[in-house]
């Protein structure tokens, strides 16, 4: 079965609008895992708009399933990564003037950063992933450069119009995917994902574990974290049903 990621950033989003005390990331946390999320995903960016330090160093306390870190490749995070320790680190492109995280890491211009951040990582016992387009160029400099994972952006697949543009930008994930196994890369994918659109891509036999917030954090302010993540849960499985 493919592992679900559950992105609770926008949780602290909320908090953060008021400078506020709740809603608490940490809790949220707790509730999706009894949701049935398999891990927690958190983005610590570097203007702190949403994740703060503290949570990091709490949820890592906290979580006892696998936390996964997206960061950028820069020091300071990069040094706070290697001492706190999440199971995982994923590599992101990051501009401060973005609402979200836009396209994938350009792994092949930033060789020399990314190459340093991996190896930094993985001295401090940390996997490793980096969140790249479905390109074949991106997944083979990112097998080169010794990630353990990619994680596909699966936003041009989500944000398409039309039936014909969903199934090109499905069918570039569905071959960046068979490549990156190919190469012994562990599959992963996210962004824009929601409950209408993640069974086609759950349907990709390689891709062996999703990251999603944004839409499972919007249905938990109607219906509750526990209730959001097992729908979506659910949703993942009917993809995952009609693998080959």
Same mark, same amino acid.
């Given at each position: 079965?493919?592992?679900? #990621?559950?992105? /609770?950033?926008?949780?602290?989003?909320? @908090?953060?609008? @008021?400078?506020? =005390?709740?809603?608490?990331? $940490?809790?949220?946390?707790?509730?999706?895992?009894?949701? #049935?999320?398999?891990?927690?995903?958190?983005?610590?960016?570097?203007?702190?708009? %949403?994740?703060?330090?503290?949570?990091?160093?709490?949820?890592?306390?906290?979580?006892?399933?696998?936390?996964?870190?997206?960061? !950028? !490749? $820069?020091?300071?995070?990069?040094?706070?990564?290697?001492? &706190?320790?999440?199971?995982?680190?994923?590599?992101?492109?990051?501009?401060?003037?973005?609402?979200?995280?836009?396209?994938?890491? *350009?792994?092949?211009?930033?060789?020399?950063?990314?190459?340093?951040? /991996? *190896?930094?990582?993985?001295?401090?016992?940390?996997?490793? =992933?980096?969140?790249?387009?479905?390109?074949?160029?991106?997944?083979?400099? =990112?097998?080169?450069?010794?990630?353990?994972?990619?994680?596909?952006?699966?936003? =041009?697949?989500?944000?398409?119009?039309?039936?014909?543009?969903?199934?090109?930008?499905? *069918?570039?994930?569905? @071959?960046? !995917?068979?490549?990156?196994?190919?190469?012994?890369?562990?599959?992963? $994918?996210? %962004? #824009?994902?929601?409950?209408?659109?993640?069974?086609?891509?759950?349907?990709?036999?390689? &891709?062996?574990?999703?990251?999603?917030?944004?839409?499972?954090?919007?249905? !938990?302010?109607? &219906?509750?974290?526990?209730?959001? $993540?097992?729908?979506?849960?659910?949703?993942?499985?009917?993809?995952?049903?009609?693998?080959?």
């Amino acid at each position: 079965m493919i592992r679900l #990621g559950v992105n /609770i950033d926008h949780v602290a989003t909320l @908090r953060q609008a @008021r400078r506020a =005390s709740e809603p608490d990331p $940490v809790a949220a946390a707790v509730l999706a895992t009894l949701g #049935g999320a398999d891990g927690i995903t958190i983005h610590l960016r570097e203007d702190r708009r %949403h994740i703060q330090d503290r949570d990091l160093r709490v949820l890592r306390q906290v979580v006892t399933s696998r936390l996964n870190l997206e960061m !950028a !490749a $820069v020091d300071a995070v990069l040094t706070l990564a290697c001492q &706190v320790r999440p199971d995982e680190a994923t590599l992101v492109p990051e501009r401060r003037e973005e609402l979200t995280t836009e396209g994938g890491l *350009d792994v092949i211009r930033h060789e020399l950063a990314v190459r340093r951040a /991996i *190896d930094q990582l993985r001295n401090a016992g940390i996997e490793v =992933s980096l969140f790249i387009d479905p390109d074949e160029a991106q997944v083979e400099a =990112s097998a080169r450069f010794q990630a353990q994972a990619i994680e596909l952006q699966t936003a =041009s697949y989500s944000e398409a119009r039309g039936e014909a543009a969903r199934a090109v930008e499905l *069918d570039k994930l569905a @071959r960046a !995917a068979r490549q990156a196994a190919a190469l012994g890369l562990h599959v992963h $994918v996210g %962004h #824009g994902l929601n409950y209408h659109n993640v069974q086609a891509v759950a349907a990709i036999a390689e &891709v062996e574990e999703m990251n999603i917030g944004h839409s499972i954090v919007s249905r !938990a302010v109607l &219906v509750g974290m526990e209730r959001a $993540v097992r729908d979506m849960k659910e949703a993942i499985r009917e993809g995952y049903r009609l693998r080959d």
